[in-house]
C-alpha cells in the first residue's frame, strides 16, 4: 500500500504524522487479534475497538480486512512501517561491505532469517486463512514470488564476493537458499524441536556456507 503524500505545511504535517500513528495503530491492533483469534474470525469491528478508532477508520485507511493483513505482513518483513524495501536495508548495505565471501554469505543469512523469524507467527495465520480465503492464497503466493526475488538478489550478492562452489549453478544455490532460510526450516527446528533461534541462524550459515561455498562460516 502507499503512503499518502506528506503535507507540505506544519499543519499538512501534523494531519499526516497523525494518520501514520492511526494506521500504524490499526496494524498492530490487527496483528494481535489475528494472532490470538485468526484471521477469518477477526473482523474489521473488533480491530477498530481494539485500536480505539471506529470502524470506518479503518475502511478510510485501508478499505478492506485484507489490505491491513497485507501491510501487516510488510511491516513484519522489514521490521519497521518505514518505505524502505528490504534489500535497501542496513543488514544487506552492512553485507555488501564485507569483502570476505564465508563472511558475506553470513551476515546475509541472519538478516535474511531474522526476516523469517518475525513473519513466522503471521504466515502460520496466513496459512490458516488460506483454506477458506482465496484473497489470503494469492497474498501467500505473491509473497513467495517477492521472496524469491529477494533471494536471488542476495544470492548474487554473494556471488559479487566470490564464485560459488565448484559445480553449482547459481539457479541451484538460489533455490537451496530459498529452501533453507523459510518458514518450513524455522517451523520444523524452532518451533517443532524447540531449538533458539540462535541455533537455526548457526545452522543455517553453516549449511549453506558449505553447500554455496564450500567452507563453514569462518
Not at 544470492?155 to 547459481?170: F, H, S
Amino acid at each position: 500500500m502507499r503512503e499518502p503524500v506528506k503535507g507540505v505545511s506544519p499543519a499538512g504535517r501534523r494531519r499526516e504524522e497523525r494518520a501514520k500513528a492511526t494506521r500504524e495503530r490499526i496494524v498492530a491492533a490487527a496483528v494481535r487479534l489475528f494472532l490470538e483469534r485468526g484471521y477469518v474470525a477477526t473482523t474489521v469491528t473488533a480491530i477498530a475497538a481494539d485500536a480505539g478508532v471506529a470502524p470506518a477508520t479503518v475502511y478510510q485507511a485501508f478499505g478492506t480486512k485484507h489490505a491491513v493483513l497485507a501491510r501487516a505482513l510488510d511491516i513484519a518483513i522489514a521490521g519497521d512501517a518505514e518505505p524502505v524495501e528490504v534489500l535497501r536495508r542496513d543488514w544487506v548495505d552492512q553485507a555488501r561491505r564485507e569483502p570476505d565471501p564465508g563472511r558475506r554469505l553470513a551476515r546475509i543469512v541472519r538478516g535474511a532469517s531474522e526476516v523469517v523469524a518475525r513473519t513466522a507467527p503471521l504466515k502460520q495465520v496466513m496459512r490458516d486463512a488460506a483454506a477458506t480465503d482465496p484473497e489470503v492464497r494469492d497474498l501467500i503466493d505473491e509473497d513467495g514470488r517477492r521472496r524469491h526475488r529477494t533471494h536471488e538478489a542476495l544470492v548474487d550478492l554473494v556471488i559479487e564476493a566470490g564464485p560459488l562452489r565448484d559445480g553449482l549453478r547459481r539457479d541451484d544455490a538460489v533455490a537451496t537458499y530459498f529452501a533453507l532460510v523459510s518458514t518450513d526450516t524455522y517451523d520444523a527446528l524452532v518451533a517443532g524441536l524447540g531449538w533458539t533461534v540462535a541455533r537455526w541462524q548457526a545452522w543455517l550459515v553453516d549449511v549453506l556456507g558449505r553447500t554455496l561455498l564450500g567452507e563453514s562460516d569462518r
